[in-house]
């Protein structure tokens, strides 16, 4: 086969292009086939609609492609001379390689953390810093480029064999093609719609599977044809929030003596992490602390779990706040108390957008990133000898907080040969070729040694405070920004699911002159600035700025927490734990499942004995917002 199809000055006729992109919609067919899962052909209804569905939206991920192509062709005929042909063929190869490429992209997105790509996925994206963040092997990126070169392989020859037999061809009758794909098209469109108003989950849970899935519903429809109609009310809605953060103005009362803050977030640092042997300085640490062994984030992504420490809010208050670049009460406190800041993280102070608002405020000379160049474990470590310096050389005359962000327990996981205590483990954690059914013991493994090594960090700190001095004149914080899951229930990693593993974290709050505690029962991080601020001389109860309450009063209970992500809130309690979306978006995946994150069986009852604290939750969502939902 020749390169002279490509190569051709003269573009190809109507004909060959049309029968190209047949072409290309068949092997997308193929591709999209691998969105789908074995029991989708458990019965037969789900079966076709899981056909009809395949073949539908594969030429429909197609039409982005051929609008491209045809407006391609409509300019280039009038480019007479100028290789027409050769531009016409490297146009409709990147365009249907492309298609290619982001299924594969949101494939491996779903398959990793059980969402497609999103707004979270486009923030990382195009935030600086984000691609950073997810800390690829560079095994990963080749592998990745690899396979991103094979699609653009195939379609080239794909091309050129289509361009070279076009005439050899019978003609194809595109009118009956196009009726095939309508009748398709609307036939799942209607077997979706009843499913929905009969709650026929088989084909309801398979939809999530495609990505930017259109759900169509007809439910008086339904009930007037006399299916039985699940009933409404499992949605959220939020209006955009206009703040009224704090709801009233603070009354402060300066300590004589402010107490410095020392803040240590951990990425995706799991509650049993916390464990004598996995991080033996943390632990005895937290013998003389609060340690609180049923605490949750408040999201399953670093976004709503830093977010939600320091605004003490659910996670939805993130976008307001990131539009109106509103830092949070805790931080404006600190500020009017003349604290001095050393702030240091190990990835980037932009992504997530940080920057905007937890340190909205903050002078460009107290933010400290390191990302890139060194491994994670180096920078944690680069990052805590900066540290240390800033509370060596601060003004002592002056209270000072200081926040370290580690990211040895991001994935890939990394730690020093010294840091080693769990064995064998994968040298090389490539998230294309991983087999993780198979190697999630070694991949966990990994990640026991990276929490390790951010122990040993944690050592050098709590060693400083008591060598100084200083330790009974500082609160100290230990959290995680979310939890990480090894497979327990189904998934590896995080901002997929609402179950312990993902959301739960260790908690640690040292407060000089409190005795020591064990709280047994659950805390989130939303409790965080209740507590610290009347530390701070903050006399205004918690509800006036957060949703949380103070962990140090002995009357403190919490009967659910609540994370969120970019589309909905779990409700997450000691029975059951239950998701509300608050936008469309989250509407198309509602879980339910006990305390110990099984599945329920009867799931209206559940929903029904969480009503009240659904209403509260609601109420919440609009606390402080002036526009109501």
Partial sequence: MTLSPLFSAALPSIRQQNKYLLWSGLLLVLHVTAFGAGAQFADLKTALWTVATTISYAFIYLLPAVVLIALGRTVLSRLAGQAAGFSLALLAITATSLTHVLLFAD???????????????????????????????????????????????????????????????????????????????????????????????????????????????????????????ASEGDEIRARKINLSYPLQPLDIKPPAKPLNVVWLVAESLRFDMLDPKIMPALWQFSEHSLRMERHYSGGNMTQMGVFSMFYGLYGNYWFPMLSARRAPVLMDVMQQQNYQFGLYTSQRFTYPAFDKTVFANMAPEDLHERAG?????????????????????????????????????????????????????????????????????????RYINAAHHVDSQIARVLEHLRSTGLLDQTIVIVLGDHGEEFMERGRWGHSAEFNRYQTSTPGVIYVPGQAPRVMTGISSHLDIPATLLPLLGVMNPPEDYSLGGNLLDPNFHRPYAVAADWNRIAYLGERYKITIPYNATGSLRNEVTDGDDNAVVDIAAAKQAIGQERAEIMTHLARFSKAKY
Avoid: C
């Fill in 373 to 445: 160049g060194d491994v994670a474990w180096r920078r944690d470590q680069l990052n805590i000898d900066d540290m240390l310096r800033f509370v060596d050389q601060r003004d002592k005359g002056r209270p000072f907080m200081t926040y370290m962000f580690f990211e040895s327990t991001h994935a890939n996981y990394y730690f020093p040969d010294d840091a080693v205590i769990a064995r064998p483990y994968i040298d090389d954690l490539n998230y294309l070729t991983a087999d993780f059914a198979k190697e999630i013991g070694q991949i966990k493994n």
């Fill in 107 to 229: 494939r491996t997105i779903y398959a990793m953390y059980g969402f497609h790509i999103n707004g979270f996925v486009l923030d990382l994206v195009k935030t600086p810093g984000g691609i950073d963040s997810l800390g690829a092997s560079r095994s990963t990126e080749l592998t990745a480029a690899a396979i991103i070169l094979a699609f653009f392989v195939v379609q080239a020859v794909l091309y050129m064999w289509v361009m070279r037999r076009a005439g050899a061809a019978r003609a194809i009758r595109w009118r009956w093609l196009v009726a095939i794909l309508l009748f398709l098209t609307l036939g799942e469109r209607v077997a979706y719609g009843f499913s929905h108003g009969a709650n026929f989950q088989p084909i309801l849970f398979a939809a999530e599977r495609y990505p930017l899935y259109l759900p169509m519903t007809f439910r008086k429809l339904s009930a007037s044809l006399g299916v039985n109609v």
